[in-house]
């Protein structure tokens, strides 16, 4: 499967933990976005890379939320601290320069 | 932030018949996408309509857009069981200079056998 792929698929945290997200997008995609979506709603976006470059992160959510790309290609979305607020589907996306997006499966997380 | 704002929130239709969404947004778009979730899964990318363009269609979808009233419609025509999901329209380029996609709520499209 030559899609964006992300894992883990399923995450359940104790509030106050820290987590981490990888997201692997296709590989010839030099841009790469995420987005968080919470139930009954649309995806929101939150931040995203140009190769390494991260060019937007205002729309990160607080502090907590931070996102890397070290390399150009798989990136990690961390939220540390986690609130039963951060409780959602968190969505990766990738796409070549003036193309549309291609999302993958996503992460839920759950904050008991 | 929401732009987009999909109308109805709920349709459910028998197998055969044709699906009208609507979608309204806020500010001015370099083109209007729209996205299918089926439950569980990642969304899915439809078509795209340029501001420039008035219509588009492919295969069984049909796409306007009234960049005048700032809104968009998706026609799924003779509509099957498997054509049940969530639709979203996402707008490029106008959301202060971001270069992600800002979605509506979506509509929630069931087929009845």
């Known amino acids: 499967d030559t899609g964006v792929s992300q894992n883990p698929r399923h995450k359940i945290t104790k509030r106050g933990q820290n987590v981490t997200f990888r997201c692997d997008p296709i590989s010839e995609h030099n841009r790469l976005y995420w987005y968080r979506q919470t139930l009954g709603q649309g995806p929101e976006f939150l931040t995203y890379?140009?190769?390494?470059?991260?060019?937007?992160k205002s729309r990160l959510l607080s502090d907590r939320f931070s996102a890397e790309r070290p390399k150009g290609s798989f990136s990690t979305l961390e939220i540390q601290r986690t609130e039963q607020g951060d409780s959602a589907m968190y969505l990766c996306a990738s796409r070549p320069q003036g193309k549309t997006q291609y999302f993958g499966p996503g992460t839920r997380l759950l904050v008991l | 932030s929401q732009q987009g704002e999909e109308d109805p929130q709920a349709l459910s239709i028998q197998e055969g018949e044709n699906a009208t969404m609507n979608c309204s947004y806020k500010t001015s778009i370099n083109n209007l996408q729209w996205y299918r979730q089926n439950s569980g899964r990642g969304l899915v990318h439809l078509i795209l309509?340029?501001?420039?363009?008035r219509e588009k269609h492919s295969g069984r979808l049909r796409v306007t857009l009234d960049t005048s009233k700032k809104s968009s419609s998706l026609l799924i025509t003779a509509s099957r069981a498997a054509d049940t999901a969530s639709y979203f329209c996402?707008?490029?380029?106008?959301?202060?200079?971001?270069?992600?996609?800002?979605f509506g709520k979506g509509t929630h499209l069931i087929i009845q056998p």
């Open positions: 890379f140009q190769n390494e470059a991260q060019l937007e």
């Open positions: 996402a707008t490029d380029g106008g959301g202060g200079g971001a270069d992600g996609l800002t």
């Open positions: 309509i340029r501001s420039n363009e």
